[in-house]
């Protein structure tokens, strides 16, 4: 955590930030005036203009001046509901229009009194006809406040409006004393905006700027988001070059003995099955790296039950024989057991003494497995984030293999690799990273691919639906009903929130109406770790018809006999994630199928974006779109709260990245501490520590 003058730190300085503020910013990385400063807003709203509602298209943000007609607010089902219903005068004629808010709005009730006039501004829906804001905001025409009102993410305990106004104070503040982490050549040579310039551009717009120079600030494609989205590719990149350096700086303590082809059929001899040409290519891939005397640092990508395991187990084998020891981290409990399940009766075969650590494990039970570990007892140990905790130790860590590596940060694999000196790192992910960018993404990483799945896979059938999601239900009980079918149903939420989304209670309460008899259960994050194994374990026993959950089982979760999934509002979803989502159907050689059901109406860009899983099974493909529309941050987890966006620049942005690549590697090859940019060092080495992000 940054040095603290006071309780506030630095921030308390500006006006209203007491030490309580000042914590609420810090739990969302805003730590100092150049961290507010940097705060980029997500939208604009152009009030110079009225638009008139015959012009405005779908998805568009319209200012209008109605008259309201009638207001009520409601609680239904647990979720919170407001819509005012209005008539706007245009062209002599009386147009209706409604409003809906689908979250509270202090002070809704007081502005939005019958009889009365006021300026509405908000994005446009047309469905069936109706013209409808979402979300607008109510204001008095006679003083509609400034002409282009910003707006700015949720931080947690402090307003909008209260943030707006930290953000432009701590700007004004730091004045000139702001530092560009970029010299004036470089700005000048890539044609970048300077730092100062660009933020007065997000926080204070010219009311004199053009239309077009709006809609760009609304886009996130302006000068300003592309200047500050380049710095932070830059500093990734920097750091993920320095990274590399320090890792391989020290000799690994394990090497493979020498092979003389025996290592091959000892595999064969241990799995029920012949691996796959890509799994050996893979594989020779990994253990020409694993008999070098530096450690190996490579990414294993291969899409959804493409035999990513079995690669992994075929490292971890030679490691074992070479007397050293391998740990595999996993994020939830439910793919480390999965894993367990599926390495057990390899790793017998092989003589390889497996064991499995995580969190909800007796205190003896740890104890136990922890002894193994330090005394080189346990081979090969599968664990979740317990891994990590200060009293476990390896004898001879000689591999750290790291499953579903977006989920963890780099400061946690770090953590798990000190358990050993200088162990192989082997990251194991099902997102596929298109070509195009692998190296710029993971770039201290080699990267081998999977491209081709095992032998009798047969993916699922998808099929989108657009409309009321109880349609999509009534479909999937009279297929469960019909084929005596096993399978899931996930939901977006877990309890009636501010989307208008389904939530997994209400969803195993309808299902349980539509099919009598069956057994539906329900399993999300907040359920106990026990329960949610137990609901698993039953589930793949055949003692649960229908699981009902989030994306807690996006990954791990390997049942063959389930062979459906109705996705309910897919539009909350990433395409990679709907991916990884269906991804746990398929997985044997019975046809399975895969609804996707969404609220948007057919045609619509929403649904237009989801068909693409409905024309294709191929995961690049899917994260080739996927990327260009929420860039690589979103993609593999690497956001932060209030940061630029990628998607405003998803043309440009894969040239930036490149660009910012390419200066990193020339920056550090003349200047390999960076003492000639010491604003951009600091910045690099903030981005390193944890409370900057486990970003990269």
């Not at 939830?332 to 390889?352: D, N």
């Not at 004898?395 to 000196?421: C, I, P, T, Y």
């Not at 009902?548 to 979803?573: C, K, N, Q, Y």
Request: charged share 25%.
């Amino acid at each position: 955590m940054p040095p603290r003058d006071s309780e506030a730190g630095e921030l308390g300085a500006l006006p209203g930030v007491g030490p309580k503020t000042a914590a609420k910013l810090a739990a969302h990385g805003l730590y100092t005036l150049a961290d507010l400063a940097r705060v980029v807003p997500t939208g604009y709203r152009d009030r110079r203009h009225r638009t008139p509602l015959s012009q405005a298209a779908d998805g568009a943000e319209a200012a209008v001046v109605a008259t309201i007609r009638k207001f009520s607010q409601r609680f239904f089902r647990g979720r919170f509901f407001a819509g005012l219903d209005c008539v706007v005068e245009e062209g002599g004629r009386e147009i209706g229009l409604q409003c809906q808010w689908f979250h509270r709005v202090g002070g809704l009730a007081e502005r939005a009194q019958a009889g009365k006039r006021v300026l509405l501004v908000g994005r446009v829906s047309r469905k069936k006809g109706k013209l409808a804001l979402i979300h607008p905001e109510i204001r008095d025409p006679e003083a509609p406040g400034p002409a282009i009102s910003v707006r700015y993410p949720e931080v947690e305990g402090v307003g909008e409006a209260t943030l707006a106004k930290l953000c432009r104070a701590a700007l004004e503040r730091l004045g000139p004393s702001l530092v560009d982490p970029l010299p004036p050549e470089l700005c000048a040579r890539l044609n970048l905006m300077p730092l100062a310039q660009a933020l007065a551009l997000l926080h204070a717009p010219d009311e004199a700027l053009p239309v077009e120079d709006i809609a760009a600030l609304q886009a996130g494609r302006s000068p300003a988001h592309r200047r500050l989205l380049f710095e932070e590719l830059l500093v990734a990149q920097l750091a993920l070059l320095r990274r590399r350096a320090a890792a391989q700086a020290l000799p690994v303590t394990v090497t493979l003995l020498p092979d003389e082809g025996a290592r091959r059929e000892q595999l064969r001899a241990c799995v029920p099955f012949e691996p796959t040409r890509a799994q050996w290519a893979a594989i020779d891939e990994i253990e020409a790296d694993l008999a070098r005397p530096r450690p190996m640092l490579r990414l294993l990508q291969g899409d959804v039950g493409s035999g990513k395991t079995l690669v992994a187990f075929a490292a971890s084998a030679g490691i074992v024989a070479a007397g050293g020891q391998a740990a595999w981290m996993a994020p939830t409990e439910i793919l480390a057991q999965q894993h367990v399940a599926t390495l057990r009766p390899w790793c017998a075969a092989a003589g390889i003494r497996l064991a499995l650590l995580t969190g909800s494990m007796s205190r003896s039970e740890r104890a136990a497995v922890i002894a193994a570990a330090a005394a080189g007892t346990a081979d090969l140990v599968v664990g979740t984030h317990a891994l990590l905790t200060e009293g476990v130790q390896f004898r001879r860590l000689g591999l750290v293999v790291v499953d579903e590596q977006h989920r963890f940060g780099v400061r946690q694999r770090a953590l798990l690799r000190d358990k050993g000196r200088a162990p192989h790192l082997l990251v194991l992910t099902a997102t596929p990273i298109p070509r195009t960018l692998a190296l710029s993404l993971v770039g201290e990483l080699d990267v081998s691919t999977l491209r081709e799945a095992p032998p009798g896979r047969r993916p699922p059938d998808t099929t989108l639906m657009a409309g009321p999601v109880a349609r999509a239900r009534f479909r999937l009980a009279e297929h469960v009903r019909r084929d005596m079918l096993q399978g899931f149903v996930v939901c977006p939420q877990i309890e009636a929130g501010a989307r208008e989304a389904s939530d997994v209670d209400e969803a195993a309460a309808e299902l349980r109406a539509l099919l009598p008899g069956k057994r539906i259960e329900v399993i999300h994050g907040r359920v106990d770790p026990a329960r949610r194994a137990a609901a698993m374990e039953a589930f793949r026993a055949g003692a649960i018809d229908v699981l009902v959950a989030t994306t807690v089982i996006e990954v791990g979760v390997d049942v063959p006999e389930a062979r459906f999934m109705l996705i309910e509002h897919a539009e909350h979803f990433g395409l990679s994630q709907l991916h990884q989502l269906r991804g746990r159907i398929g997985r044997g050689t019975a046809p399975s199928w895969c609804l996707l059901h969404t609220g948007a109406e057919p045609g619509s860009a929403a649904a237009r974006r989801l068909q693409v899983l409905a024309d294709t099974h191929d995961g690049f493909t899917v994260a080739e779109r996927d990327l260009a529309e929420r860039g690589p941050g979103e993609l593999f987890g690497l956001r932060q709260a209030g940061r630029v966006a990628w998607a405003g620049l998803a043309g440009e942005g894969v040239a930036l990245l490149e660009s910012a690549r390419a200066l990193a590697s020339e920056l550090l090859a003349r200047d390999p501490g960076l003492n000639g940019y010491a604003a951009l060092r600091e910045r690099v080495e903030r981005h390193a520590r944890p409370e900057a992000g486990d970003a990269g």
